[in-house]
């Protein structure tokens, strides 16, 4: 794995079940490769932070942008770094369910302070230019997953 690699987990807890009936992916929550050992993830019930990659072996596939320098990947990380101890953004996370559900979408202003686990990683890739999916601001993991810059390189 490298840095920046973006870590798709199918999640089996809590609402996971539910996330992946609403966006029909087997995803339900990613995380980024920030140290050899260590993801930065935003998830719920918590601040934004390092999480150990163990904790999703067998769960997760890995996917990679193979266009990103050394210098990008660096600055993905460091873009993920500064949002440590951000909070979850509850608000964003229902609205996806509503937009995925309703099959539309109502007007949001999300946080800039807050994040859920993709925005997080999808606002990362853009602070170098790379927007993972044009015209979805607030993708979810499966529209992710779906990137064209995106390619799955193994499981984990």
Known sequence: MQLGDLIFIRGTQGLAGPIRKITRSPYTHIAGLAH?????????????????????????????????????????????RSKIGTRYDYLLFFWLAGRHLLGQSVPLIASQKRRICTTLWADAYRSVG?????????PTPGELANSQWLKKVDSY
């Open 36 to 80: 050899p050992e260590q993801v930065i993830e935003s998830q719920a019930l918590r601040i934004t932070g390092y999480e150990h990659v163990q904790t999703y072996k067998g769960v997760a596939d890995v996917y990679r942008c193979e266009e990103l320098t050394d210098r990008q990947r660096k600055e993905i990380v460091e873009f993920a």
């Open 130 to 138: 790379i927007d993972l999916c044009p015209g979805i601001e607030y």
